[in-house]
């Protein structure tokens, strides 16, 4: 009870780096969804990724 009290910028940097290191995960995928389908088609997508 005393760490939410205490530090609330904490939480608010931790939750900050988390939608950071999804929205990245994100791109890397859609980045590598549409490499493959310049490549090779919709066929590949499902394999690729």
Same mark, same amino acid.
């Given at each position: 009870?005393?760490?939410?009290?205490?530090?609330?910028?904490?939480?608010?940097?931790?939750?900050?780096?988390? @939608?950071?290191? /999804?929205?990245?995960?994100?791109?890397?995928?859609?980045?590598? %969804?549409? @490499?493959?389908? /310049?490549?090779?088609?919709?066929?590949?997508?499902?394999?690729? %990724?």
């Amino acid at each position: 009870m005393l760490t939410q009290e205490t530090t609330p910028s904490f939480d608010l940097i931790s939750t900050v780096n988390v @939608h950071m290191i /999804l929205n990245l995960w994100m791109l890397q995928f859609l980045f590598c %969804c549409c @490499h493959h389908f /310049l490549k090779g088609g919709f066929t590949n997508i499902s394999s690729a %990724c």
